[in-house]
Each structure stands twice: as structure tokens, then as C-alpha cells.
């Protein structure tokens, strides 16, 4: 009995140490909004690229979207797309990894983090000015 117990408990913390080291939020990921986002490898962690944003055009000039919101002047009129969104994320524990993150949105960069929910759900969240949200992205591939 004594040894079917270690065996079990041999089998739950090598389960949990696969899904550890299967954990792996790369690929091209859909937000809300239509966009994606690009994560994949950096280092010892993940970055994170827009790959596309919807609409595409700003509404107000017809043309590709521009990083318009970013606090440093010479940076707004960058496109969106190809944008770094996600910085050095390690691992901060199960699943999950923590950084830096751009919010075009805000045009501010953030602490944050990257949770794998499961193998077709992400969620990016950020916290600044005692403020914090999040967003789940699903996999597109």
C-alpha cells in the first residue's frame, strides 16, 4: 500500500511537471477586437508582435493604423502592425509568465502577464496607476 501511494504521487508530480514544461502560449493569438497577436520565444521567455489590427484603416484617415497614443511623439505615427506588445515575459509560475506589456490603447508600457487558461486560451493582463485588466485571446493557430 505504502509503495502504491509513492507510485501515485510519483505519476501526480510528473503529470504536473509535463504540463509545466508543455506550456507553451506560442502561435498567433485572436483578440476581442478582430487583431492578433503574435507570441512566440525570446530569450528565456516570450514576446509578443501585433500581426494584424481590425479595422486595419483608422477610421478618421482612411490609412493603416498608427500608434497614435504613444506617450513619445516621434512614435506615433509608427504603424500598429509589427508593434512589440509583450517583453521578456518569464516564468512566474504554472502556466504563467511576467513582464512588460504595451497597451496601444493607453500608449503606455505596463507590468504584466501572460496566462496559458488552456491549450486554445490565453489571457494578457496588465496593472498601472492601481488600475489593473486583462483580455483572453483565442488560438488561431
Given at each position: 500500500?505504502i509503495?502504491n501511494?509513492?507510485l501515485?504521487?510519483?505519476a501526480v508530480?510528473?503529470?504536473a511537471?509535463?504540463?509545466?514544461?508543455?506550456?507553451d502560449?506560442?502561435?498567433?493569438?485572436r483578440?476581442?477586437?478582430g487583431?492578433?497577436?503574435?507570441i512566440?520565444r525570446?530569450?528565456?521567455?516570450y514576446?509578443?508582435?501585433i500581426?494584424?489590427?481590425?479595422?486595419a484603416?483608422?477610421?478618421?484617415?482612411g490609412?493603416?493604423?498608427?500608434?497614435?497614443?504613444?506617450?513619445?511623439?516621434?512614435?506615433?505615427?509608427?504603424?500598429l502592425?509589427g508593434?512589440?506588445?509583450l517583453?521578456?515575459?518569464?516564468p512566474?509560475?504554472?502556466?504563467?509568465w511576467s513582464g512588460r506589456?504595451?497597451d496601444?490603447?493607453?500608449?503606455?508600457t505596463?507590468?504584466?502577464?501572460?496566462v496559458?487558461?488552456?491549450?486554445n486560451?490565453?489571457?494578457?493582463?496588465?496593472?498601472?496607476?492601481g488600475?489593473?485588466?486583462?483580455?483572453?485571446l483565442s488560438r488561431?493557430?
Open positions: 500500500m509503495c501511494r509513492k501515485g504521487i510519483a508530480c510528473l503529470a511537471f509535463t504540463t509545466c514544461a508543455n506550456a502560449p506560442s502561435g498567433l493569438w483578440e476581442k477586437g487583431g492578433t497577436v503574435r512566440g525570446c530569450g528565456a521567455g514576446c509578443a508582435w500581426a494584424s489590427v481590425s479595422p484603416t483608422d477610421p478618421a484617415t490609412k493603416p493604423r498608427t500608434d497614435k497614443n504613444n506617450v513619445d511623439p516621434a512614435k506615433r505615427d509608427r504603424p502592425v508593434i512589440q506588445v517583453f521578456a515575459m518569464k512566474s509560475g504554472s502556466k504563467q506589456l504595451y496601444e490603447d493607453r500608449g503606455q505596463f507590468t504584466g502577464n501572460l496559458e487558461v488552456d491549450a486560451t490565453v489571457r494578457i493582463e496588465g496593472c498601472g496607476m488600475m489593473c485588466g486583462g483580455e483572453a488561431v493557430r
